[in-house]
């Protein structure tokens, strides 16, 4: 069975500052990994997908990158805005199914 | 817009009274699925249907039911709710193909007494 882990479970840092997230996997036998923000008491919003053949995927100050053979995958986020707050969650896909990380909540402080 | 719409929002009922969660997707979406949201436990994967008529477990399927007849739709099912199943439940569609994101709806909060 696939496990998902993200460390920290919670970090807060300065304003400006940049973020680096990361997420493991124990099965690199993946389809593709997404990362996702959730804000309290909404939904997931997707940020980034990188396949399985892909190294890394970038998205304005986002940038994910992916080492499939190691199980590890790395979200950063340049320059953080206290608009960054919230969980960030990351999720592995094999065949039809999802295995989801227990995310990260990011605190930036203005 | 493309959305992924679930209704309700909020539900409190009690123990044993059955209810459905509708789940409705507006992007022609052949992949669709139901998650719960636990704290400590994070999003598990209760039911998903890679189509009209064919719908699969996840990991954690007890005391839950779907159906897939139409590809816009999606419902979830407690036949008979019990309070370990109050929890946060996210409906997610996606295209087929391992290079399509999923999106999520806004969530249904459940509180079973």
């Known amino acids: 069975k696939q496990e998902v882990t993200q460390i920290p479970a919670a970090l807060s840092v300065p304003e400006g500052e940049n973020l680096v997230l990361n997420c493991s996997f124990t099965?690199?036998?993946?389809?593709?990994l997404q990362w996702f923000r959730q804000d309290p008491g909404k939904g997931l919003t997707s940020l980034l997908l990188i396949q399985s053949s892909q190294r890394e995927q970038t998205s304005g100050r986002l940038n994910a990158s992916l080492d499939k053979s190691s199980g590890r995958s790395t979200l950063y986020i340049a320059a953080s805005q206290p608009g960054d707050s919230a969980t960030y969650l990351c999720a592995v896909r094999r065949n039809n199914r999802l295995a989801f990380g227990k995310g990260n909540q990011v605190v930036v402080i203005p | 817009e493309a959305q992924v719409t679930q209704n309700p929002r909020y539900l409190i009922t009690v123990t044993g009274k059955k209810l459905t969660v509708t789940c409705s997707q507006n992007m022609n979406h052949e992949y669709m699925s139901w998650y719960r949201q636990d704290p400590g436990l994070g999003l598990r994967q209760i039911y998903y249907s890679m189509n009209v008529e064919v719908t699969d477990k996840g990991d954690v399927p007890e005391g839950y039911k779907v159906s897939r007849k139409e590809k816009r739709n999606f419902p979830l099912i407690l036949e008979s709710p019990s309070p370990n199943q109050t929890s946060l439940y996210f409906c997610a569609s996606s295209s087929q193909g391992t290079n399509q994101p999923q999106h999520f709806g806004d969530g249904t909060r459940l509180s079973i007494l």
């Open positions: 099965d690199s036998a993946i389809y593709n």
